[in-house]
Protein backbone atom coordinates (compact mmCIF):
# COMPACT_ATOMS: atom_id res chain seq x y z
CA UNK A 1 0.00 0.00 0.00
CA UNK A 2 1.11 3.61 -0.82
CA UNK A 3 1.32 5.42 2.70
CA UNK A 4 1.57 9.63 2.51
CA UNK A 5 2.93 11.14 5.69
CA UNK A 6 3.30 15.14 5.77
CA UNK A 7 6.52 16.54 7.47
CA UNK A 8 6.45 18.87 10.40
CA UNK A 9 9.46 21.00 9.41
CA UNK A 10 10.27 21.94 5.76
CA UNK A 11 10.75 19.32 2.98
CA UNK A 12 13.53 18.93 1.71
CA UNK A 13 16.18 16.87 -0.71
CA UNK A 14 17.66 15.07 2.66
CA UNK A 15 13.95 14.03 3.50
CA UNK A 16 14.04 12.79 0.34
CA UNK A 17 17.01 10.70 0.23
CA UNK A 18 16.62 9.46 3.58
CA UNK A 19 12.98 8.28 3.00
CA UNK A 20 14.43 6.48 -0.43
CA UNK A 21 17.47 5.20 1.99
CA UNK A 22 15.21 3.79 5.00
CA UNK A 23 11.30 3.59 3.66
CA UNK A 24 9.41 0.25 3.81
CA UNK A 25 7.84 -0.09 0.38
CA UNK A 26 6.28 2.97 -1.91
CA UNK A 27 5.68 6.48 -0.03
CA UNK A 28 4.28 10.03 -0.88
CA UNK A 29 5.67 12.68 0.75
CA UNK A 30 3.69 16.30 0.85
CA UNK A 31 5.31 19.49 0.59
CA UNK A 32 4.11 21.98 3.17
CA UNK A 33 5.59 25.06 1.28
CA UNK A 34 3.65 24.88 -1.87
CA UNK A 35 0.57 23.15 -1.41
CA UNK A 36 -0.11 20.01 -3.48
CA UNK A 37 3.13 19.33 -4.34
CA UNK A 38 3.66 15.85 -3.41
CA UNK A 39 6.92 12.83 -4.18
CA UNK A 40 6.03 8.97 -4.35
CA UNK A 41 8.85 7.02 -4.12
CA UNK A 42 8.38 3.63 -5.50
CA UNK A 43 11.23 0.77 -6.07
CA UNK A 44 12.80 2.06 -9.21
CA UNK A 45 11.13 5.88 -9.56
CA UNK A 46 10.54 8.58 -6.88
CA UNK A 47 8.32 10.74 -9.50
CA UNK A 48 7.29 14.55 -8.42
CA UNK A 49 3.73 15.81 -9.28
CA UNK A 50 0.96 17.97 -8.46
CA UNK A 51 -2.47 17.43 -7.43
CA UNK A 52 -5.21 19.59 -6.38
CA UNK A 53 -8.78 19.67 -5.87
CA UNK A 54 -11.14 22.37 -7.23
CA UNK A 55 -14.29 23.57 -7.30
CA UNK A 56 -15.55 26.15 -9.92
CA UNK A 57 -18.93 27.85 -10.01
CA UNK A 58 -20.08 24.81 -7.64
CA UNK A 59 -18.56 22.09 -10.09
CA UNK A 60 -15.82 20.27 -8.14
CA UNK A 61 -12.91 19.04 -9.85
CA UNK A 62 -9.12 17.76 -9.58
CA UNK A 63 -5.83 18.48 -11.42
CA UNK A 64 -3.24 16.46 -11.72
CA UNK A 65 0.23 16.27 -13.85
CA UNK A 66 3.36 14.91 -13.26
CA UNK A 67 6.27 17.61 -13.05
CA UNK A 68 9.92 14.93 -13.14
CA UNK A 69 11.65 12.85 -11.33
CA UNK A 70 13.95 13.10 -8.69
CA UNK A 71 17.19 13.92 -8.72
CA UNK A 72 17.04 15.43 -11.78
CA UNK A 73 14.73 17.41 -10.48
CA UNK A 74 15.18 19.08 -7.13
CA UNK A 75 12.52 20.04 -4.38
CA UNK A 76 13.43 23.50 -5.66
CA UNK A 77 12.92 23.10 -9.65
CA UNK A 78 9.69 21.00 -8.19
CA UNK A 79 8.38 23.62 -6.36
CA UNK A 80 8.66 26.36 -9.26
CA UNK A 81 6.93 23.71 -11.32
CA UNK A 82 3.96 23.44 -9.24
CA UNK A 83 3.60 27.12 -8.72
CA UNK A 84 3.07 26.97 -12.22
CA UNK A 85 0.05 24.71 -12.66
CA UNK A 86 -1.27 26.10 -8.82
CA UNK A 87 -1.97 29.70 -10.98
CA UNK A 88 -3.59 27.94 -13.84
CA UNK A 89 -5.98 26.23 -11.04
CA UNK A 90 -6.33 29.58 -8.79
CA UNK A 91 -6.86 31.63 -11.93
CA UNK A 92 -9.51 28.92 -13.19
CA UNK A 93 -7.11 28.38 -16.32
CA UNK A 94 -5.73 25.01 -15.62
CA UNK A 95 -5.06 25.11 -19.32
CA UNK A 96 -3.81 28.69 -20.74
CA UNK A 97 -5.51 29.64 -24.14
CA UNK A 98 -3.21 31.03 -26.71
CA UNK A 99 -3.14 34.50 -26.02
CA UNK A 100 -2.58 33.76 -22.40
CA UNK A 101 0.24 31.78 -23.40
CA UNK A 102 2.31 34.85 -23.73
CA UNK A 103 5.73 34.00 -22.51
CA UNK A 104 7.96 36.35 -20.10
CA UNK A 105 10.49 36.02 -22.61
CA UNK A 106 8.35 37.36 -25.72
CA UNK A 107 6.87 40.00 -23.85
CA UNK A 108 10.62 41.12 -22.59
CA UNK A 109 11.45 40.88 -26.39
CA UNK A 110 8.91 43.43 -27.59
CA UNK A 111 9.15 45.38 -24.47
CA UNK A 112 13.10 46.24 -25.19
CA UNK A 113 12.04 46.58 -28.82
CA UNK A 114 9.32 49.56 -28.02
CA UNK A 115 12.39 51.08 -26.15
CA UNK A 116 14.94 50.61 -28.58
CA UNK A 117 11.78 52.19 -31.05
CA UNK A 118 11.43 55.52 -28.76
CA UNK A 119 15.41 55.89 -28.44
CA UNK A 120 15.40 55.80 -24.74
CA UNK A 121 19.18 55.45 -23.16
CA UNK A 122 18.16 53.12 -20.77
CA UNK A 123 17.82 49.85 -23.39
CA UNK A 124 20.69 48.52 -22.71
CA UNK A 125 20.61 48.41 -19.30
CA UNK A 126 17.20 46.84 -18.76
CA UNK A 127 18.42 44.39 -21.25
CA UNK A 128 21.31 43.35 -18.95
CA UNK A 129 19.29 42.95 -16.25
CA UNK A 130 16.04 40.86 -18.31
CA UNK A 131 19.03 38.40 -19.61
CA UNK A 132 21.07 38.12 -15.88
CA UNK A 133 18.36 37.73 -13.51
CA UNK A 134 14.42 37.64 -15.56
CA UNK A 135 15.04 34.94 -18.15
CA UNK A 136 16.88 32.24 -16.46
CA UNK A 137 13.93 31.97 -13.68
CA UNK A 138 11.09 32.76 -15.80
CA UNK A 139 11.63 33.08 -19.47
CA UNK A 140 9.34 29.89 -20.12
CA UNK A 141 6.64 31.38 -17.70
CA UNK A 142 3.36 32.80 -19.29
CA UNK A 143 2.93 36.34 -18.20
CA UNK A 144 -0.83 34.57 -16.93
CA UNK A 145 1.02 32.44 -14.84
CA UNK A 146 3.69 34.86 -13.11
CA UNK A 147 0.90 37.13 -12.56
CA UNK A 148 -0.97 34.15 -10.53
CA UNK A 149 1.97 32.94 -8.44
CA UNK A 150 3.00 36.39 -6.65
CA UNK A 151 4.92 34.28 -3.36
CA UNK A 152 7.33 32.91 -6.69
CA UNK A 153 7.98 35.97 -7.67
CA UNK A 154 8.44 37.18 -3.74
CA UNK A 155 10.87 34.60 -3.22
CA UNK A 156 12.75 35.47 -6.44
CA UNK A 157 13.34 39.27 -5.26
CA UNK A 158 14.46 38.13 -1.64
CA UNK A 159 16.57 36.05 -3.60
CA UNK A 160 18.35 38.59 -5.53
CA UNK A 161 17.86 40.95 -2.43
CA UNK A 162 20.37 38.87 -0.50
CA UNK A 163 23.29 39.74 -2.66
CA UNK A 164 22.07 43.15 -4.55
CA UNK A 165 19.09 44.99 -2.91
CA UNK A 166 19.07 47.76 -5.68
CA UNK A 167 19.25 45.58 -8.15
CA UNK A 168 16.40 43.31 -6.92
CA UNK A 169 14.57 46.74 -7.17
CA UNK A 170 15.64 47.62 -10.45
CA UNK A 171 14.70 44.06 -12.24
CA UNK A 172 11.43 43.62 -10.26
CA UNK A 173 10.48 47.30 -11.68
CA UNK A 174 11.51 46.05 -15.19
CA UNK A 175 9.28 43.08 -14.66
CA UNK A 176 5.80 45.81 -13.71
CA UNK A 177 6.55 47.54 -16.65
CA UNK A 178 7.12 44.45 -19.18
CA UNK A 179 3.71 43.54 -17.94
CA UNK A 180 1.82 46.80 -18.30
CA UNK A 181 3.71 46.95 -21.93
CA UNK A 182 1.97 43.72 -22.45
CA UNK A 183 -1.27 44.64 -20.85
CA UNK A 184 -1.96 47.25 -23.02
CA UNK A 185 -1.89 44.82 -25.99
CA UNK A 186 -3.76 41.66 -24.53
CA UNK A 187 -6.32 42.73 -22.30
CA UNK A 188 -7.38 39.91 -21.34
CA UNK A 189 -4.17 39.45 -19.10
CA UNK A 190 -5.08 39.19 -15.15
CA UNK A 191 -5.25 42.24 -13.81
CA UNK A 192 -2.78 41.59 -11.11
CA UNK A 193 0.89 42.58 -11.25
CA UNK A 194 3.43 40.14 -10.91
CA UNK A 195 4.97 41.85 -8.33
CA UNK A 196 2.12 42.44 -6.57
CA UNK A 197 3.51 40.44 -3.47
CA UNK A 198 6.77 42.36 -3.54
CA UNK A 199 7.97 44.74 -0.62
CA UNK A 200 11.17 46.90 -2.25
CA UNK A 201 14.32 47.26 -0.73
CA UNK A 202 14.73 50.36 1.50
CA UNK A 203 18.41 52.07 -0.73
CA UNK A 204 20.62 54.25 0.58
CA UNK A 205 22.56 55.71 -1.67
CA UNK A 206 26.36 55.85 -1.67
CA UNK A 207 27.36 59.18 -0.86
CA UNK A 208 31.33 58.57 -1.27
CA UNK A 209 33.58 61.93 -1.36
CA UNK A 210 36.93 62.70 -1.65
CA UNK A 211 37.76 63.99 2.36
CA UNK A 212 39.43 67.42 2.48
CA UNK A 213 43.06 65.88 3.49
CA UNK A 214 43.62 63.86 1.06
CA UNK A 215 42.99 65.72 -2.45
CA UNK A 216 46.94 66.89 -2.51
CA UNK A 217 47.50 62.73 -2.43
CA UNK A 218 44.82 62.25 -5.23
CA UNK A 219 46.38 65.48 -7.62
CA UNK A 220 49.80 62.85 -6.99
CA UNK A 221 48.46 60.07 -8.63
CA UNK A 222 46.20 61.52 -11.05
CA UNK A 223 49.35 63.42 -12.22
CA UNK A 224 50.72 60.06 -12.96
CA UNK A 225 48.55 59.12 -15.42
CA UNK A 226 48.99 60.53 -19.23
CA UNK A 227 47.79 63.46 -19.95
CA UNK A 228 44.67 62.70 -21.38
CA UNK A 229 43.08 60.57 -18.24
CA UNK A 230 44.73 63.30 -15.95
CA UNK A 231 42.48 65.79 -18.04
CA UNK A 232 39.47 63.29 -17.80
CA UNK A 233 39.83 62.62 -13.98
CA UNK A 234 40.40 66.13 -13.09
CA UNK A 235 37.30 67.32 -15.16
CA UNK A 236 35.17 65.49 -13.31
CA UNK A 237 36.56 66.82 -10.17
CA UNK A 238 36.26 70.53 -11.46
CA UNK A 239 32.44 70.53 -12.98
CA UNK A 240 30.77 67.54 -11.09
CA UNK A 241 30.09 65.79 -14.27
CA UNK A 242 28.75 62.39 -14.43
CA UNK A 243 30.85 59.70 -16.14
CA UNK A 244 28.83 58.97 -19.15
CA UNK A 245 28.67 62.54 -20.05
CA UNK A 246 32.39 63.71 -19.45
CA UNK A 247 32.97 60.46 -21.89
CA UNK A 248 30.11 61.84 -24.72
CA UNK A 249 32.09 65.32 -24.85
CA UNK A 250 32.88 66.25 -28.18
CA UNK A 251 35.15 69.25 -29.22
CA UNK A 252 32.19 70.84 -30.67
CA UNK A 253 30.92 71.06 -27.38
CA UNK A 254 33.06 73.50 -25.95
CA UNK A 255 32.57 77.16 -26.83
CA UNK A 256 35.77 79.13 -26.14
CA UNK A 257 34.04 82.42 -27.16
CA UNK A 258 31.49 82.14 -24.13
CA UNK A 259 33.49 79.62 -22.09
CA UNK A 260 30.94 77.47 -22.09
CA UNK A 261 30.67 73.37 -21.95
CA UNK A 262 27.35 72.28 -23.53
CA UNK A 263 26.26 68.68 -22.23
CA UNK A 264 24.53 66.85 -24.39
CA UNK A 265 22.02 64.66 -24.20
CA UNK A 266 22.21 64.27 -20.12
CA UNK A 267 20.36 62.30 -17.37
CA UNK A 268 17.53 64.22 -17.37
CA UNK A 269 17.07 64.61 -21.45
CA UNK A 270 17.94 68.25 -22.02
CA UNK A 271 21.03 69.63 -22.56
CA UNK A 272 22.80 71.79 -19.91
CA UNK A 273 25.46 74.31 -20.42
CA UNK A 274 28.09 75.08 -17.65
CA UNK A 275 30.46 77.88 -17.30
CA UNK A 276 34.27 77.53 -17.88
CA UNK A 277 36.80 78.33 -15.46
CA UNK A 278 40.91 78.66 -16.30
CA UNK A 279 40.88 75.55 -14.38
CA UNK A 280 38.50 73.70 -16.01
CA UNK A 281 40.01 75.30 -19.67
CA UNK A 282 43.46 74.04 -18.16
CA UNK A 283 41.59 69.87 -18.12
CA UNK A 284 40.61 70.03 -21.35
CA UNK A 285 44.07 71.56 -23.10
CA UNK A 286 45.47 68.31 -21.44
CA UNK A 287 43.23 66.17 -23.52
CA UNK A 288 43.48 68.27 -26.38
CA UNK A 289 47.60 68.44 -26.64
CA UNK A 290 48.34 65.14 -26.95
CA UNK A 291 48.13 63.75 -30.85
CA UNK A 292 45.30 61.01 -31.72
CA UNK A 293 47.19 59.07 -34.51
CA UNK A 294 50.77 58.64 -32.34
CA UNK A 295 52.51 59.87 -29.56
CA UNK A 296 53.90 62.88 -31.00
CA UNK A 297 52.35 66.21 -29.47
CA UNK A 298 50.80 68.53 -31.34
CA UNK A 299 50.80 72.30 -30.64
CA UNK A 300 47.84 73.34 -30.28
CA UNK A 301 46.40 77.21 -30.41
CA UNK A 302 44.22 77.06 -27.03
CA UNK A 303 42.53 81.03 -27.71
CA UNK A 304 40.24 79.78 -30.62
CA UNK A 305 37.69 76.96 -31.21
CA UNK A 306 39.49 73.88 -32.68
CA UNK A 307 38.68 74.27 -36.81
CA UNK A 308 40.63 71.30 -37.83
CA UNK A 309 38.13 68.69 -39.41
CA UNK A 310 40.40 65.64 -38.45
CA UNK A 311 39.27 66.95 -34.85
CA UNK A 312 36.45 69.15 -35.12
CA UNK A 313 33.59 66.52 -34.26
CA UNK A 314 35.52 63.90 -32.25
CA UNK A 315 35.43 62.76 -28.95
CA UNK A 316 37.41 64.13 -26.24
CA UNK A 317 37.93 61.38 -23.97
CA UNK A 318 37.69 58.40 -26.35
CA UNK A 319 38.12 54.90 -24.56
CA UNK A 320 37.15 56.81 -21.22
CA UNK A 321 34.32 54.45 -20.77
CA UNK A 322 37.20 51.49 -20.05
CA UNK A 323 39.41 52.90 -18.20
CA UNK A 324 39.85 50.87 -14.63
CA UNK A 325 42.74 53.29 -13.20
CA UNK A 326 43.04 52.67 -9.46
CA UNK A 327 42.46 55.73 -7.59
CA UNK A 328 41.19 56.95 -3.98
CA UNK A 329 37.99 58.57 -5.88
CA UNK A 330 36.71 58.38 -9.44
CA UNK A 331 33.37 58.12 -11.15
CA UNK A 332 30.26 59.53 -9.17
CA UNK A 333 32.64 59.89 -6.00
CA UNK A 334 34.34 63.05 -7.70
CA UNK A 335 30.99 64.39 -8.39
CA UNK A 336 30.11 64.25 -4.55
CA UNK A 337 33.32 65.96 -3.76
CA UNK A 338 32.22 68.71 -6.34
CA UNK A 339 29.02 69.21 -4.48
CA UNK A 340 31.19 68.81 -1.08
CA UNK A 341 33.52 71.70 -1.89
CA UNK A 342 30.24 74.15 -3.33
CA UNK A 343 28.08 73.08 0.54
CA UNK A 344 31.24 73.92 2.59
CA UNK A 345 31.92 77.08 0.59
CA UNK A 346 27.98 78.05 1.33
CA UNK A 347 26.97 78.40 -2.23
CA UNK A 348 23.61 78.86 -3.40
CA UNK A 349 21.38 75.14 -3.67
CA UNK A 350 19.35 76.46 -6.91
CA UNK A 351 23.32 77.26 -8.70
CA UNK A 352 24.91 74.31 -7.78
CA UNK A 353 21.67 71.99 -8.79
CA UNK A 354 21.97 73.67 -12.15
CA UNK A 355 25.98 73.20 -12.81
CA UNK A 356 25.53 69.37 -12.14
CA UNK A 357 22.13 68.88 -13.92
CA UNK A 358 19.43 68.18 -11.53
CA UNK A 359 16.06 68.59 -11.79
CA UNK A 360 14.86 71.19 -9.97
CA UNK A 361 11.98 70.14 -8.37
CA UNK A 362 8.70 71.84 -8.04
CA UNK A 363 9.87 74.98 -10.35
CA UNK A 364 8.03 75.37 -13.96
CA UNK A 365 9.98 75.02 -17.64
CA UNK A 366 8.95 78.25 -18.45
CA UNK A 367 10.75 79.68 -15.43
CA UNK A 368 14.37 77.69 -15.41
CA UNK A 369 15.20 79.38 -18.82
CA UNK A 370 15.05 82.90 -17.09
CA UNK A 371 16.78 81.50 -13.76
CA UNK A 372 19.70 80.18 -15.97
CA UNK A 373 19.59 83.66 -17.74
CA UNK A 374 19.48 86.03 -14.71
CA UNK A 375 21.77 84.10 -12.09
CA UNK A 376 24.25 83.90 -15.31
CA UNK A 377 26.91 85.75 -13.52
CA UNK A 378 25.77 83.82 -10.24
CA UNK A 379 26.86 80.52 -11.97
CA UNK A 380 30.36 81.36 -13.06
CA UNK A 381 30.60 83.26 -9.30
CA UNK A 382 29.78 79.80 -8.22
CA UNK A 383 32.05 77.71 -10.67
CA UNK A 384 35.05 79.98 -10.34
CA UNK A 385 34.47 79.68 -6.41
CA UNK A 386 34.46 75.58 -6.46
CA UNK A 387 37.40 75.94 -8.80
CA UNK A 388 39.71 77.61 -7.07
CA UNK A 389 38.81 75.76 -3.79
CA UNK A 390 39.54 72.88 -5.40
CA UNK A 391 42.86 73.85 -6.39
CA UNK A 392 43.92 75.01 -2.97
CA UNK A 393 42.80 71.71 -1.64
CA UNK A 394 45.18 70.02 -4.31
CA UNK A 395 48.46 72.09 -3.47
Not at 203 to 229: C, T
Request: with cysteine.
Amino acid sequence: MTSASKPRSKLTDRDVETAIDFGEGARVLRDNVVQGLRIRIGRTRRTWFFFREYQIKGNRGTAWKRLGFWPGMNIEQARRAALQEAARVASRRPQPGRRQAITVEQAAADYLSSLETRGKKSAYRVAGLIRLHLLPEFGRFTLAELSDAPALVRDWHSKISAGKPVSANRIASVLSAIYRHASRLDRSLPPASPISGIRMNKENPKQNALPFDQYGEWHRIVSALPALRQGYYKLLLYTGMRGAEAQGLRWSDINLRSRTITLRGTKTGKDVSIPMTAAIAACLKLAWSPARDGDEVVPIDTTSPPESPARDGDLIFPGARHWADDLPAKGHALRHSFLNVGHDLGLNEIHLRLLVGHSLSGVHASYLTRMVMEGGEGLKSSQRKISRRISELMR
